[in-house]
Nanobody, 115 residues
Framework: QVQLVESGGGLVQTGGSLRLSCAASGTIFRITPMGWYRQAPGKQRELVATISSSGRTTYTDSVKGRFTISRDNGKNTVYLQVNSLKPEDTAVYYC?????????WGQGTQVTVSS
């Protein structure tokens, strides 16, 4: 059974930083594509960043240059370093994995950016 557990969210001021972590189990992590999504109140869930098994990354335009996704295959963990945070980054951030064609989600971690 695939399990994803996020941590690292919190309340920060505009311009602050956080590092979100997602610990995965139940997959062969090193070959599992991973990603981060977020959902703000009243809005649809949106893709933030992805990282392939080979380490190739993609980002949505609004976070390019501020957020960095990375993975540590030895720790079965994917990270999202979020810098220069803005109030519009406030959302619940979800870890996502694709395994055998199925989508798996973590429980989410709240990021709140105060102005």
């Amino acid at each position: 059974q695939v399990q994803l557990v996020e941590s690292g969210g919190g309340l920060v001021q505009t311009g602050g930083s956080l590092r979100l972590s997602c610990a995965a189990s139940g997959t062969i992590f090193r070959i599992t594509p991973m990603g981060w999504y977020r959902q703000a109140p009243g809005k649809q869930r949106e893709l933030v960043a992805t990282i392939s098994s080979s380490g190739r990354t993609t980002y949505t335009d609004s976070v390019k240059g501020r957020f960095t996704i990375s993975r540590d295959n030895g720790k079965n963990t994917v990270y999202l370093q979020v810098n220069s945070l803005k109030p519009e980054d406030t959302a619940v951030y979800y870890c996502h994995a694709i395994w055998y064609g199925n989508d798996y989600w973590g429980q989410g971690t709240q990021v709140t950016v105060s102005s």
